[in-house]
């Protein structure tokens, strides 16, 4: 029997305990397993945020000076966490919009073929992609992955072999499993036959370490309001190989794209490097919050932080099968530690109305995804051991009670 005494033992023997002191935690009573969704508050944030709104009033638009090199700058800030050199990511727009852009500029430059992705994949990945295949009158296939174990190299290889696929577009990081993708190996396995990889790595950076040169990634992008704690809606960032810069044009022709931007000229004409896939005005405020953010994980450093999302997760599924699994619960994702990133899906017949009983009367926030899995995200850089025990002992809990039975079980609007 795991023993809550284990959990506190866990604590007290962990170097990134203090961490969890550099956020903003207004309720010690809520058990936030929700991290990979949204993470906390960093008290620097906070500070930075009002120096950068007093700034704005007594500069005015003086402060673009500065402001202007912030994409760039943050985005250097924030190569190191996901394995890239100088001046190969910037920090702008959404993943959305920075997916559409990479995968758009791929395509044109291998001037058409077949677009390949997981059919399991992020729902916004899905749909740029369909909206992408149809614009240019492409082909979009999808791979037909194990939906707990994820994409593997073999699958991608074998579709690949077909030579006429331009781009796949991958998650490192599973949203729903968690499963962990091999990076390196299916960037290499696709590039025998010339396609390219777009990695999204919203759901692993900052919880696993990425090495995007290493792995010899063509293409990323990522956001920054999961394990970066960039807060709600921060801009996210985009990766280019140094190689590849130079070849690709963003289909997005914007001025902060443009080569010598406030000469205004009459054509546009990329940037050099990195920043000709800029589009249009940074989110300055936003670009504060995601440098805040930023420099608490390269403090704590990716591999420390690594160490205890496994061990994290690890106790997630010990006290699953423990307690969970006799109550009808199913583990969906990898049993691995080394195949899975930062959390951990659950699944259960009735995972709704637990979810809302887990979240309204247990004051435990993990987050529902259809149709049947309550996924449990908890960040290393401020989560603890005994929140992973009390979570479970909450859960196992309404399930026990069968509080569950009596809630609602009609859809809401967020989940
Ligand atoms: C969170 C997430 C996104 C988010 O995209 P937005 O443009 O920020 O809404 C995209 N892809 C994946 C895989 C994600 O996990």
Request: net charge negative; aromatic share 6%; glycine share 10%.
């Amino acid at each position: 029997v795991i023993e809550r005494a284990h959990a506190e033992a866990l604590d007290a023997a962990d170097g990134l305990a203090s961490f969890r002191d550099r956020f903003v935690v207004a309720d010690e009573g809520l058990v936030y397993a929700d991290g990979n969704s949204l993470g906390r508050l960093p008290r620097a944030t906070v500070a930075a945020l009002e120096r950068l709104t007093a700034e704005w009033g007594e500069r005015l638009v003086r402060g673009w000076s500065d402001w202007i090199e912030e994409p760039v700058r943050v985005g250097d800030r924030l190569a190191p966490v996901i394995g890239a050199g100088r001046g190969e990511v910037v920090v702008c727009d959404s993943t959305t919009v920075n997916l559409y852009k990479l995968a758009a500029a791929a395509l044109a430059w291998r001037g058409g073929g077949a677009l390949l992705a997981d059919r399991g994949e992020f729902p916004t990945d899905r749909y740029v992609l369909e909206g992408l295949a149809a614009a240019h009158g492409v082909e979009l296939r999808w791979l037909e992955s194990d939906p707990v174990r994820g994409p593997d190299t073999a699958s991608v290889a074998a579709a690949c072999r077909a030579g006429d696929v331009a781009l796949v577009v991958l998650s490192h990081v599973h949203f729903r499993s968690g499963a962990l993708a091999d990076l390196p190996a299916i960037t290499a396995a696709a590039a025998e036959h010339e396609t390219l990889v777009l990695w999204d790595l919203s759901h692993s950076a900052g919880a696993v370490p990425v090495d995007l040169v290493a792995g010899g990634a063509a293409l990323a992008v990522g956001c920054t309001y999961k394990y970066l704690n960039g807060g709600p809606g921060a801009p996210a960032y985009l990766y280019v190989r140094r190689d590849l810069q130079e070849e690709l044009r963003s289909p997005v022709q914007g001025w902060f794209g443009q080569r010598d931007q406030f000469l205004m000229g009459p054509e546009y004409e990329p940037a050099a490097g990195i920043e000709r896939f800029l589009a249009g005005t940074p989110s300055v405020l936003g670009l504060a919050a995601v440098a805040a953010g930023v420099e608490l994980l390269l403090e704590a450093g990716v591999e420390a932080l690594r160490r205890k999302s496994v061990a994290l997760t690890e106790l997630t599924v010990a006290l699953h099968d423990e307690r969970l699994a006799p109550l009808g619960f199913r583990l969906s994702s990898p049993r691995d530690g080394e195949r899975r990133g930062g959390h951990v899906a659950l699944a259960h017949d009735v995972a709704w109305p637990i979810c809302r009983v887990l979240v309204e009367q247990e004051r435990v926030v993990p987050d529902f995804r259809p149709p049947d899995v309550v996924r449990l995200g908890f960040a290393p850089l401020y989560s603890r051991f005994v929140d992973v025990w009390d979570a479970v002992d909450r859960l196992a809990g309404l399930v026990e009670r069968g509080d569950h039975l009596d809630m609602d079980a009609s859809p809401a609007r967020v989940t």
